[in-house]
């Protein structure tokens, strides 16, 4: 099969470089799928420059990509959740740095996978369950309700602009961090924008005199804004910062969980999130696909399709 890889840590988006490898084993309790899409997130890079080798192993050469959406083409032994034929998108992140997403074929344990709502585009699905799995556990984890105003920080980015859709369909008022360009793309989603840089504390309570019952910060870096605003016993949480946890918040770090991938898939099916595609690349472009993601001016989600 053919696979994007890498044989060492790098910087250097051009040592990635596409090789035939062997066909992956499905073993018990797994599916083989074959990939139509797969979404660039910022940990891909990070992990490709060894900047997480503290935390995860690495077996080289690396397949980067954690998110896939495809079709079952085998399973393994004692896998009766799914046929062959199925649509299905996962989180497929696995205990060991190697076998990633940007290549023709992945095997995806069972319990991380979720079915495709057949109306949902391929590349929307392949762009879902990293980024939709991380806005969800946070806002589960801040127990957003309709009775909340929340406050998210980057909300016109990847994980942002799915976690603005996500408190709208559960009610809340949102109010959401981001560059002026982006606000009319907020309001949109159904977020009330606020512009970065100085002042923002004193914009945001223009909007939310009594404070926000919840933050979600997905950028990291922001306590300065997030303590300042918020409701007495009100909540945070960010992806990016661990030090929110010394003042109360939540440190987040997504887990693969199919049946927390097929909650998103069941919210897209019914028209409450929708995927913000910024631009597709090939396999043979994933090094463009890191460097538009590097740039810092991405809206939404690149990513690589089969």
């Not at 090789?19 to 139509?36: A, C, N, Q, T, Y």
């Not at 990633?100 to 319990?111: D, I, M, N, Q, S």
């Not at 907020?186 to 009330?192: I, M």
């Not at 909650?263 to 994933?286: I, M, N, Q, W, Y």
């Amino acid at each position: 099969m053919r696979a994007a890889t890498y044989d060492r840590y790098t910087t250097d988006n051009s040592d990635i470089q596409v090789r035939d490898l062997p066909k992956p084993k499905v073993f018990p309790g797994s599916v083989l799928i074959e990939v139509r899409a797969a979404g660039v997130n910022p940990v891909d890079w990070k992990l490709m420059s060894g900047a997480l080798d503290g935390l995860i192993d690495a077996t080289f050469p690396v397949i980067p990509g954690w998110d896939v959406a495809g079709i079952v083409v085998d399973k393994g032994t004692d896998t009766p959740e799914f046929e062959v034929g199925d649509e299905v998108l996962a989180y497929a992140r696995k205990d060991v740095l190697k076998d990633g997403t940007f290549a023709e074929l992945v095997a995806v344990p069972a319990a991380r996978v979720a079915r495709k709502p057949a109306d949902l585009p391929w590349e929307q699905a392949g762009a879902l369950p990293l980024a939709g799995g991380t806005a969800l556990r946070t806002l589960d984890l801040l127990q957003v309700t309709a009775e909340d105003t929340v406050l998210i920080h980057a909300a016109a980015g990847g994980v942002g602009s799915l976690g603005v859709q996500i408190a709208r369909a559960r009610g809340a008022r949102v109010l959401g961090t981001a560059s002026e360009r982006n606000h009319d793309f907020l309001r949109e989603l159904g977020a009330e924008p606020v512009a970065y840089g100085e002042g923002v504390v004193e914009r945001i309570r223009e909007l939310a005199p009594d404070g926000v019952q919840a933050v979600a910060d997905f950028v990291g870096g922001q306590l300065d804004t997030t303590l300042p605003v918020l409701a007495k016993n009100g909540r945070h949480a960010s992806i990016a910062d661990g030090s929110v946890t010394e003042h109360g918040g939540h440190a987040v770090w997504v887990r693969p969980d199919g049946t927390q991938t097929q909650r998103l898939a069941d919210l897209a099916a019914k028209g409450d999130l929708v995927v913000p595609v910024a631009a597709t690349f090939s396999l043979e472009e994933v090094a463009d696909a890191f460097a538009a993601g590097q740039s810092g001016h991405t809206r939404g989600k690149n990513v690589i399709v089969l």
